[in-house]
């Protein structure tokens, strides 16, 4: 049984710049056959077109890519410190290589939307609405572009409705 309770997004709590930048998320999608995670210390939240969402980064490369590219939601879950080794194997290991729930000891848990896992403190399940890869042009300080993309492997953002909000 699960100990998550549905909030309104709004009724969030947590600091978002200690959930992203400093506790970090997964950043977890699906498709037909299989599920995966990735570490993301990048994003934020707030209202967009008059709804609440959250901004996710995927470069690319990472095998999570092509699952948020195929899918329609995906899910942020937040957790305790005592999950940083989890996070820490997940933001480092490929899940073309791993399977990550398997090797960390996390649950996955299916909404009927997206993939969370049990052991999180907060989940957010996300619709996407809106994705555009960044670019040198558009980034206005030039040595973020040196040091961030120095391969020009570019993020894409992903904007996306906070549907449901899970949280312990």
């Not at 399977?99 to 896992?117: Q, S, V, W």
């Not at 403190?121 to 980034?139: A, G, H, P, W």
Request: with cysteine; charged share 30%.
């Amino acid at each position: 049984m699960s100990d998550f309770k549905e909030i309104k997004p709004s009724e969030l709590t947590s600091n978002p710049f200690e959930l992203i930048g400093s506790d970090w998320a997964l950043v977890t999608a699906k498709d037909r056959e299989r599920c995966n995670t990735m570490t993301a210390s990048w994003g934020g939240v707030g209202i967009m077109w008059g709804k609440p969402v959250a901004f996710t980064f995927i470069r690319p490369q990472r095998y999570t890519f092509g699952l948020m590219e195929n899918e329609e939601y995906y899910s942020l879950s937040f957790f305790e410190e005592s999950y940083r080794d989890a996070l820490k194997f997940c933001g480092s290991k490929s899940g073309r290589d791993y399977d990550k729930a398997k090797e960390t000891g996390l649950t996955p848990c299916y909404d009927e939307k997206a993939p969370y896992f049990e052991e999180a403190k907060l989940v957010l399940i996300c619709k996407k609405m809106y994705s555009q890869f960044l670019n040198s042009e558009s980034i206005i300080a030039d040595d973020d572009v040196a040091k961030w993309y120095p391969e020009n492997d570019f993020h894409k953002m992903y904007i996306s409705e906070i549907v449901k909000a899970l949280s312990k």
